[in-house]
C-alpha cells in the first residue's frame, strides 16, 4: 500500500471516530436533559357561589332587613361570610354573582326590585377573600347607568375583577392567565355577545375560561333548552367553566365536552328576601391543573352543600355550610337534578 493511500486510510479511520466520538456525547447529552427535565406544573383552585345582594329593596319591610343586620355590625362586615370565609380563603379564586348595586348616587329605575347597597359594603367581599364578581345581570343597574358605574369603581379600588358583557376581565393566577367572562342572557341583545367576550380573553392569552351567565327561569330547579343551548355554545366557543345564576334555587350539573356546567347555584346571601322559602345553596369547588402551561383532563370537582342562612325560620344573611340531615337533602336533590344530564354521581365535600 503506498504512503498516499495509507495516510487517506488513516485519515478516514480518525474522522470516523470522531464522528462516533462526537454523536455518542450529544446522545449522552441528550439523554442527560431527558433525566434532568422537570415539567412545570401549576394548579388553580377556583370557588364559585350564586346570588350575592348586599342591599333591601326600599319599598321592603325594615325589620329583619340585610340593611338592619349590616347596621348592627358597627363596621365590622366580616360578619357575612364568617361561616365560609375558611373555604374561600383555601382557594386561588373566589367568585360571586353581584346581583344589586354599591352606590349613594342614581334614581331607582321602574321594577318590581331594585337594590342599592351602600359603598363600604365592599368590605364583606375584601374581608372575606372573594376576588371576583360578575356583574352581568338584571341587577347592576338598578339605580341608573351611575349606579353601575360606581359599583364598578369600589370594586376597583378593592382590587375586586369584575366583568359584565365585553367588558372582560384577566386575573394571573399561579403563572397561569385566566379570562373571566360575565353575559345577562335574559337580554337577547347582551346574549348575543357571548362569542366576542370569550374570544376577546382568548385573544388577550386566558388559558382557563370562566363564564357566568344569568339565565333561567326563577324559582326553576329544571334547566331549559335555552340553557343548555347556550351552555354548549360558550363551550364550543372555548369556556372550560360554565356557572349559571338568577333562577335563586339549585339546578342540576352537566358535563359538556369534558367541560363542566352548573346551571344555577342558587342564591348565596341575599339581601332581596328575609325568609326566602328555599335557602338551599351549593359552593362549586374545581382544581384546574396545567403542565407546561397546558390545562390537563381531569375531574377535580367538588360541591360544597349550604344555606344561605344559619337559621330555617328567617335569613339571617350569613351562609353556612350544611351538616347532617340537611347536607343528605341538598346532595340529593343535586343528583335528581343532574341525573337528565347523565350525571349519576357526584363528588362532594
Given at each position: 500500500?503506498?504512503?498516499?493511500?495509507?495516510?487517506?486510510?488513516?485519515?478516514?479511520?480518525?474522522?470516523?471516530?470522531?464522528?462516533?466520538?462526537?454523536?455518542?456525547?450529544?446522545?449522552?447529552?441528550?439523554?442527560?436533559?431527558?433525566?434532568?427535565?422537570?415539567?412545570?406544573?401549576?394548579?388553580?383552585?377556583?370557588?364559585?357561589?350564586?346570588?350575592?345582594?348586599?342591599?333591601?329593596?326600599?319599598?321592603?319591610?325594615?325589620?329583619?332587613?340585610?340593611?338592619?343586620?349590616?347596621?348592627?355590625?358597627?363596621?365590622?362586615?366580616?360578619?357575612?361570610?364568617?361561616?365560609?370565609?375558611?373555604?374561600?380563603?383555601?382557594?386561588?379564586?373566589?367568585?360571586?354573582?353581584?346581583?344589586?348595586?354599591?352606590?349613594?348616587?342614581?334614581?331607582?329605575?321602574?321594577?318590581?326590585?331594585?337594590?342599592?347597597?351602600?359603598?363600604?359594603?365592599?368590605?364583606?367581599?375584601?374581608?372575606?377573600?372573594?376576588?371576583?364578581?360578575?356583574?352581568?345581570?338584571?341587577?347592576?343597574?338598578?339605580?341608573?347607568?351611575?349606579?353601575?358605574?360606581?359599583?364598578?369603581?369600589?370594586?376597583?379600588?378593592?382590587?375586586?375583577?369584575?366583568?359584565?358583557?365585553?367588558?372582560?376581565?384577566?386575573?394571573?393566577?399561579?403563572?397561569?392567565?385566566?379570562?373571566?367572562?360575565?353575559?345577562?342572557?335574559?337580554?337577547?341583545?347582551?346574549?348575543?355577545?357571548?362569542?366576542?367576550?370569550?374570544?376577546?380573553?382568548?385573544?388577550?392569552?386566558?388559558?382557563?375560561?370562566?363564564?357566568?351567565?344569568?339565565?333561567?327561569?326563577?324559582?326553576?330547579n329544571e334547566a331549559n333548552n335555552e340553557q343548555r343551548a347556550?351552555?354548549?355554545?360558550?363551550?364550543?366557543?372555548?369556556?372550560?367553566?360554565?356557572?349559571?345564576?338568577?333562577?335563586?334555587?339549585?339546578?342540576?350539573?352537566?358535563?359538556?365536552?369534558?367541560?363542566?356546567?352548573?346551571?344555577?347555584?342558587?342564591?348565596?346571601?341575599?339581601?332581596?328576601?328575609?325568609?326566602?322559602?328555599?335557602?338551599?345553596?351549593?359552593?362549586?369547588?374545581?382544581?384546574?391543573?396545567?403542565?407546561?402551561?397546558?390545562?390537563?383532563?381531569?375531574?377535580?370537582?367538588?360541591?360544597?352543600?349550604?344555606?344561605?342562612?344559619?337559621?330555617?325560620?328567617?335569613?339571617?344573611?350569613?351562609?353556612?355550610?350544611?351538616?347532617?340531615?340537611?347536607?343528605?337533602?341538598?346532595?340529593?336533590?343535586?343528583?335528581?337534578?343532574?341525573?337528565?344530564?347523565?350525571?349519576?354521581?357526584?363528588?362532594?365535600?
Amino acid at each position: 500500500m503506498s504512503i498516499r493511500k495509507l495516510v487517506f486510510f488513516a485519515a478516514i479511520v480518525l474522522f470516523t471516530a470522531a464522528a462516533g466520538l462526537w454523536i455518542y456525547g450529544r446522545a449522552a447529552e441528550h439523554k442527560r436533559a431527558e433525566a434532568e427535565y422537570t415539567p412545570s406544573v401549576s394548579t388553580v383552585s377556583i370557588t364559585a357561589v350564586g346570588d350575592c345582594t348586599f342591599a333591601t329593596d326600599v319599598n321592603a319591610p325594615s325589620d329583619g332587613s340585610f340593611a338592619e343586620y349590616a347596621a348592627a355590625q358597627n363596621g365590622d362586615y366580616s360578619y357575612f361570610f364568617k361561616n365560609v370565609a375558611p373555604i374561600f380563603n383555601e382557594d386561588d379564586l373566589t367568585i360571586v354573582n353581584f346581583e344589586g348595586t354599591l352606590s349613594n348616587r342614581g334614581s331607582r329605575q321602574d321594577k318590581t326590585f331594585a337594590f342599592r347597597g351602600k359603598p363600604e359594603y365592599v368590605q364583606i367581599l375584601t374581608s372575606s377573600s372573594v376576588e371576583a364578581a360578575n356583574l352581568a345581570n338584571n341587577h347592576s343597574a338598578d339605580y341608573g347607568d351611575e349606579s353601575l358605574t360606581d359599583t364598578i369603581k369600589y370594586l376597583n379600588e378593592a382590587g375586586i375583577s369584575n366583568f359584565i358583557g365585553t367588558n372582560t376581565a384577566m386575573r394571573d393566577v399561579n403563572g397561569i392567565s385566566v379570562g373571566l367572562v360575565g353575559i345577562d342572557a335574559l337580554n337577547e341583545e347582551e346574549a348575543q355577545k357571548l362569542d366576542k367576550a370569550i374570544g376577546t380573553v382568548k385573544n388577550l392569552g386566558a388559558q382557563l375560561v370562566i363564564v357566568s351567565i344569568h339565565w333561567g327561569i326563577e324559582k326553576e330547579n329544571e334547566a331549559n333548552n335555552e340553557q343548555r343551548a347556550l351552555a354548549h355554545k360558550a363551550i364550543d366557543a372555548g369556556a372550560d367553566l360554565v356557572i349559571g345564576t338568577h333562577p335563586h334555587v339549585l339546578q342540576g350539573i352537566e358535563k359538556y365536552n369534558g367541560k363542566y356546567i352548573a346551571y344555577s347555584l342558587g342564591n348565596f346571601c341575599f339581601g332581596g328576601n328575609n325568609n326566602p322559602a328555599d335557602k338551599d345553596t351549593i359552593i362549586y369547588r374545581q382544581v384546574f391543573t396545567f403542565v407546561d402551561g397546558v390545562m390537563q383532563e381531569d375531574d377535580n370537582m367538588v360541591l360544597i352543600p349550604a344555606t344561605i342562612s344559619g337559621h330555617d325560620e328567617y335569613n339571617d344573611y350569613q351562609p353556612s355550610i350544611a351538616e347532617g340531615d340537611r347536607k343528605t337533602q341538598i346532595q340529593n336533590r343535586m343528583l335528581q337534578y343532574s341525573a337528565p344530564f347523565g350525571i349519576m354521581s357526584l363528588n362532594f365535600r
